[in-house]
């Protein structure tokens, strides 16, 4: 399975951003995939997560009325889209990839494969 996330820049606080991550190397039907991201000095943190064969989509309340988790089968590839983006939202977005379809979306550990990373910075 590889990951390739794309789309981060820099962005005015209340700007958008949309990132994209294309997953190839398998049927991802029954999987979890995620947005994790990372700020400098902190833990990697989820973001959002969706049910590749379902419209189920979670999200951290930090984001929550503000990004967008979607997917596109045909293209095997998931996005998140950003609004309303403010200075915190700055980090490093990781796209992730949990094989068990497990209900613990928000733990890191769940997921078995990881994008590179894709950095947004947003100034104020």
């Known amino acids: 399975v590889q990951l390739q996330a794309s789309g981060g820049g820099l962005v005015q606080a209340g700007g958008s951003l949309r990132l994209s991550c294309i997953a190839s190397?398998?049927?991802?039907?029954?999987?979890?995939m995620g947005w994790f991201r990372q700020a400098p000095g902190k833990e990697r943190e989820f973001v959002a997560a969706i049910r590749w064969g379902s419209t189920s989509t979670y999200y951290a309340d930090s984001v929550k009325g503000r990004f967008t988790i979607s997917r596109d089968n045909a293209k095997n590839t998931m996005y998140l889209q950003m609004n309303s983006l403010k200075p915190e939202d700055t980090a490093v977005y990781y796209c992730a990839a949990d094989g068990s379809g497990s209900y613990r979306y928000t733990v890191r550990d769940r997921y078995d494969y990881w994008g590179q990373g894709t950095q947004v910075t947003v100034s104020s």
């Open positions: 190397g398998r049927t991802f039907t029954n999987f979890v």
